[in-house]
């Protein structure tokens, strides 16, 4: 009895062995790397980085939670921009349309495009523009892969607290710099990864050295980060010459 105990014992620790191991291998696709990862993650790395999970749109309120102002400053960021009444701007991942609705009337003269891959982020904010009675924004059905803008199109491009989640980060990247015009501005809003005392998962976070890396691989260059809002980076790209 105990040789057999001993032998399914044996066994045991061999398959967990071997399964820990293959938990541990990893696969490479292109840019992308493969592997095990945490519980916030997709499984999916890309320069080092685990890609997160996309916020479902079950996460409306918290986007338009009250307390939003305080803690993030939208207000200073907004002014971060120097919007011009003329502006052509996206919003990536726009969510709620939290950022699209208080951008809208300051670019009056221009077209905000608010792009989502959500049906239900998109409902939201054509419901809430058409009851401000702003006409200038655009509702644009994004893909993992491409934000479906036209090429030249763009004079600001504005991106908080969602590249971090992009499924396909160079894709997305490539895409939207095809979009932005040669004198463009992307500003890439990202809680700061630095900073252990901001209340957010590593995952949602990233480092102004990753987040410049990763930019530089798709082209653009770091023109400054203003670090004047509360928990947030706010680094503002161009295409590189």
Excluded at 71 to 90: H, Q, S, W, Y
Excluded at 125 to 132: F, H, L, M, Q, W
Aim: net charge neutral.
């Amino acid at each position: 009895m105990k040789s057999i105990f001993s032998t399914i014992l044996i066994f045991c620790l061999i398959f967990l062995a071997t399964t820990h191991c293959l938990a541990q291998q990893s696969t490479e696709e292109g840019p992308y790397t493969f592997k095990r990862g945490s519980r916030d993650g997709i499984g999916k790395w890309y320069m080092g980085r685990e890609i997160a999970h996309v916020m479902g749109y079950q996460g409306i309120n918290w986007l338009n939670r009250p307390e939003r102002e305080r803690e993030e400053n939208t207000g200073k960021l907004i002014k971060n921009m120097e919007i011009r009444a003329v502006d052509d701007i996206a919003d990536i991942g726009a969510g709620s349309g939290y950022h699209v609705l208080k951008i809208a009337p300051i670019a009056s003269e221009g077209t905000i495009y608010a792009v989502d891959i959500q049906d239900e982020m998109l409902a939201e904010i054509r419901i809430n523009s058409e009851r401000r009675n702003l006409t200038n924004i655009e509702i644009i059905k994004g893909s993992e892969s491409s934000v479906n803008l036209p090429e030249n199109s763009i004079d600001k491009v504005l991106m908080v607290d969602v590249y971090h989640e992009f499924n396909f980060p160079v894709e997305m990247i490539a895409s939207i710099n095809k979009a932005m015009r040669p004198d463009a501005r992307l500003y890439l809003i990202e809680y700061r990864g630095e900073d252990n005392s901001v209340p957010i998962k590593p995952l949602h976070k990233m480092t102004k050295k990753q987040a410049v890396k990763e930019m530089q691989a798709a082209g653009l260059e770091l023109v400054k980060n203003i670090s004047n809002l509360p928990w947030q980076h706010c680094m503002v790209f161009r295409k590189a010459d």
